[in-house]
């Protein structure tokens, strides 16, 4: 089993609707959350970033955390073309700070 | 602005030739990553480095090796290209945990490499 699922899609939704992104892990000792989105042919660049459990929300996403779950997810409000694009979402433990454990990450599409 | 920059974005070369992918960072990070992304696999760690001329094996560091002489380069090596290594190749760098609270990797464009 890996450390951390993520369904690759591909996902694919209207302009404007609320999207949801998700993955799994297995490590209870993970406490560092992040979301990437890379667009083709480039390299992933951080989008949120949440330490141990809660919400955090910054413009039209929101990430959240259910630790007791194991359940990480990014959610996109008014979704735009703009945001076509593949999620990552990454995680690491404490005392194991070098390393990010990757989800394969979600291809999505929004479309006009 | 943060920036990671690698040398080139698009390489060929030649199964057996050696292969120097460089990677430079702006930022006085001290951890620095070189990561293979392919489709269906996604992106696994080659190897990575936390201080001038320190280095640890990733998940995959057959066939390469590395070298950071200086905190703001590390260098990826394929000592002998295989077709196998034809890849998208991305190096990030991460600030260490102990000096900032957010540890976020940070990502150069990549490079893609084919091995013919």
């Known amino acids: 089993q890996k450390e951390v699922e993520q369904d690759p899609g591909p996902l694919s939704v209207p302009e404007g609707a609320i999207v949801s992104l998700n993955c799994t892990y297995s490590?209870?000792?993970?406490?560092?959350f992040m979301w990437y989105r890379q667009y083709s042919r480039k390299g992933p660049e951080l989008l949120m970033y949440?330490?141990s459990s809660g919400n955090k929300e910054d413009g039209r996403f929101t990430a959240q955390v259910d630790k007791s779950s194991k359940y990480i997810s990014l959610f996109i409000r008014d979704s735009q073309p703009s945001d076509s694009a593949t999620y990552l979402c990454?995680?690491?433990?404490?005392?194991?700070?070098?390393?990010?454990?990757w989800g394969l990450g979600t291809s999505l599409a929004v479309n006009p | 602005d943060v920036k990671v920059t690698q040398s080139s974005r698009y390489l060929v070369k030649r199964t057996g030739e050696k292969v120097f992918l460089e990677c430079v960072q702006d930022?006085?990070?001290?951890?620095m990553f070189w990561y293979r992304q392919d489709p269906g696999l996604g992106l696994r760690l080659i190897y990575f480095?936390?201080?001038?001329?320190?280095?640890e094996k990733g998940d995959i560091p057959e066939g390469y090796s590395v070298s950071r002489e200086k905190k703001e380069r590390f260098s990826l090596i394929l000592e002998s290209a295989s077709t196998n290594q034809t890849s998208m190749y991305l190096c990030?760098?991460?600030?260490?945990?102990?000096?900032?609270?957010?540890?976020?990797?940070?990502f150069g464009q990549g490079t893609r490499l084919t091995v013919v």
């Open positions: 990454a995680m690491s433990a404490p005392g194991n700070n070098r390393k990010l454990i």
């Open positions: 490590n209870s000792a993970f406490q560092y």
């Open positions: 949440t330490y």
């Open positions: 930022m006085d990070h001290e951890n």
């Open positions: 480095s936390y201080d001038v001329k320190m280095k």
């Open positions: 990030a760098s991460s600030p260490n945990r102990q000096v900032k609270k957010n540890t976020e990797a940070f």
